[in-house]
Nanobody, 127 residues
Framework: QMQLVESGGGSVQAGGSLRLSCAAFGYTYSAHSMGWFRQAPGKERQGVAHIYTGGGGTYYADSVKGRFTITYDNAKNTLYLQMDSLKPEDTAMYYC????????????????????WGQGTQVTVSS
C-alpha cells in the first residue's frame, strides 16, 4: 500500500510563488500516473496537472498552463508542483494523488481515475 504526504502550502500575495511537495511511501512501484488537484470551499475537486512517473510528458489544466510546473523525482519518490504568478483564484486545498493506471487525454486530470490521495495542503493567495 502506498501513502502520500503533501507539504509546502502557505499564504502568498498575488504574483508570488510556492512549491508543493508530495512524498510517496510504501509500495510506490504501482504509481504510473501522479497528479495534483485542488478544491476550493463549495466547489468540486479540480485537476491541475499530471505526470507519468516513468517519463513521457505532462498535462495541465488550461487555468494553470504557463504558470505551474509538475515534476517527479524518481530517486526521492517525490512529486512537486512549482506554482508561479499565483492568482487569488488559485486559493484552495491542494492534493496529490496516484494511480496504477496509465491515463490518457483528459482522464489524466480526472479525480475519479485516481486511487491514492494525500491529506492536502492549503494554498491561500491574497490580492
Amino acid at each position: 500500500q502506498m501513502q502520500l504526504v503533501e507539504s509546502g502550502g502557505g499564504s502568498v500575495q498575488a504574483g508570488g510563488s510556492l512549491r508543493l511537495s508530495c512524498a510517496a511511501f510504501g509500495y510506490t512501484y504501482s504509481a504510473h500516473s501522479m497528479g495534483w488537484f485542488r478544491q476550493a470551499p463549495g466547489k468540486e475537486r479540480q485537476g491541475v496537472a499530471h505526470i507519468y512517473t516513468g517519463g513521457g510528458g505532462t498535462y495541465y489544466a488550461d487555468s494553470v498552463k504557463g504558470r505551474f510546473t509538475i515534476t517527479y523525482d524518481n530517486a526521492k519518490n517525490t512529486l512537486y508542483l512549482q506554482m508561479d504568478s499565483l492568482k487569488p483564484e488559485d486559493t484552495a486545498m491542494y492534493y496529490c494523488a496516484a494511480t496504477y493506471r496509465t491515463l490518457i487525454g483528459s482522464n489524466r486530470v480526472d479525480p475519479a481515475r485516481y486511487d491514492t490521495w494525500g491529506q492536502g495542503t492549503q494554498v491561500t493567495v491574497s490580492s
